[in-house]
């Protein structure tokens, strides 16, 4: 039995060096039970290199990494996880029912209950009637599918995805969406790999940015009053008065005509800071926070440099 | 039990390869040359022929057939198996089923167990092919030539083609693909020039040659199983009359047996350990 109270993921300065390049330099991560974590980077900010050492496919160099309260890598604690790689690939002579089948029976699924799960789990990645046909007729897109289903199949407490949409069409990747829904309505904590950041927005609870491997900052998306937010307010009658104290209270003041933009670090202060104009005579005619998106937070945390 | 899976779905993978077919295929045809030999050899016995000679003449066919059987045989092992780990390694398609809940050793060994099926069926079929035919062709002219001890003989090569799968899999455990192949063809290359040195050696009686032969068999034991099975299969009668092309001289002796398979467990064991500790 796995420890149910643990963390799914905790890391501790975690390392991996392939001969003189530095892959990932020390990754601190914890990832809670139940969580739609986001890992996001620039390429080669050591992403993939991170996921392939709490699956056990990679030896760490230093640090260490507890996957479900075990040592990453455990043939226990992969009963409990799932796993699409970023190019989900298997012999391409099998169908893909043969495919959920061989994968169910190395989770060690009985003959039974792959008869009632492969078809649902068929069904579920919209390839029911894809069942008999080989993996060699596939599309790239149907591949990322049956890779997501292989994924799921066991009911996973900690499911990795690396890039599950890469060459996925808009429909699959709303279903990679509905599944990630699914899967964190279960109760099973979801880590994603993208690169798409507005997939990430929409399906994550908290993400965190890294480069060089290395964790530069986690967020939590769902809380927005954490994060920064940029005001835009169009008033009329604003005073020396009015600026200088504003200055006090938010940053990054800037006034372009009737327009006055500024930053706070909390958005529970914008009411009082409504008030204070209002009071210093200003006539307010428009309040419009703009909370950062994920890709200004992306490019404010990670630099534009690409990690390069 | 991943591991009677795992070795499922390789033996399956290994029947689909097209260079096994064409082993097979190789095979036949070499079948079809032998049975046409043999059969036109066998219409010339006359009345007077003295039999006993027309039957070492037919083993000594038979020996040159498993001859041929032994060689497609070790090269098909080498070249069906050469690129399943890193050939799988370098695609990914590996990752898929080494985040299952399966241990990397039970991994490996599934697959050695599927190659190892797959070249007992192809043995099974070159090696009692070859005996079937021999004999129906001979039974009527001379009595049915069979191998002096077929079961040892077949198990040898046999024994040798595991070999080869063995040292294929060590090598690909570290290796990409066609270095894996240059090298376990080229050991065997080694192997098999050290066992003519041999044989020319224990004719000559120089002992000096004779040891870079045994040190030859010692670096690969290959050839030394071959020459062992031809020894097994001949008669002795054969042996002594020089009149087979594979006079067995200087017979591998059971030592050697044994350190062939000392040396295809060491490899096998050292594949799992170099599988389990590499990233993949």
Known sequence: MLPANSNAIETRALRKVYGRKVAVRGLTLEVGRGEVFGFLGPNGAGKTTSIKMLLGLAAPSDGCAQVLGRPAGQVAVRRKIGFLPEHFRFYDWLTARELLSVHGRLYGMSPAALCQRVPAFLDLVGLSEHGDKRLRDFSKGMMQRIGLAQAILNDPELIFLDEPTSGLDPVGRLLVRDIIKTQRERGATVFLNSHFLSEVEITCDRVAFIKHGEVLETRDLHHAGQAVTHVSIRARKLSEQAISGLSSRASAVRLEGERLNFAVANIDALPEIVRFLVGCGADVYEVAPQRSSLEEMFLEIVGTDGGL | ?280
């Open chain 2, 1 to 280: 039990m991943g591991t009677w899976i795992i070795a499922g779905v390789t033996f399956r993978e290994a029947a689909r390869k097209r260079v096994l077919w064409m082993a097979l295929a190789a095979g036949l045809a070499f079948l079809a040359l032998f049975g046409t030999g043999l059969y036109f050899q066998l219409r010339d016995i006359t009345p007077r022929s003295n039999l006993f000679l027309y039957r070492q003449g037919v083993t000594a066919l038979l020996m040159v057939g498993f001859y041929a059987v032994d060689m497609l045989a070790v090269v098909m092992t080498v070249l069906v198996s050469v690129d399943t780990l890193s050939g799988e390694m370098a695609s990914g398609t590996i990752q898929a089923v080494a985040t299952k809940p399966i241990a990397r050793w039970e991994l490996l060994l599934g697959k050695w167990l599927g190659f190892v099926a797959m070249v007992t069926v192809y043995v099974i079929l070159m090696v009692g092919g070859i005996t079937a035919l021999t004999y129906v062709l001979s039974v009527h002219r001379v009595g049915g030539v069979m191998p002096h001890h077929l079961l040892r003989g077949a198990g040898l090569i046999w024994l040798e083609c595991v070999l080869m799968l063995s040292v294929t899999f060590r090598m690909g455990a570290s290796l990409a693909t066609l270095t894996n192949g240059v090298l376990v063809l080229g050991l065997h290359g080694v192997a098999f020039i050290g066992g003519w040195i041999e044989q020319a050696a224990a004719l000559l009686h120089s002992t000096r040659a004779l040891n870079v032969g045994i040190v030859a068999s010692l670096i690969m034991p290959s050839e030394a199983l071959w020459r062992r099975a031809v020894f097994e299969m001949q008669s002795p009668v054969l042996s002594a009359l020089g009149f087979s092309p594979f006079s067995v001289a200087s017979v591998p002796s059971r030592f050697m047996m044994l350190y062939a398979c000392l040396y295809l467990l060491a490899a096998l064991t050292l594949a799992i350990r170099r599988f389990s500790q590499r990233d993949l």
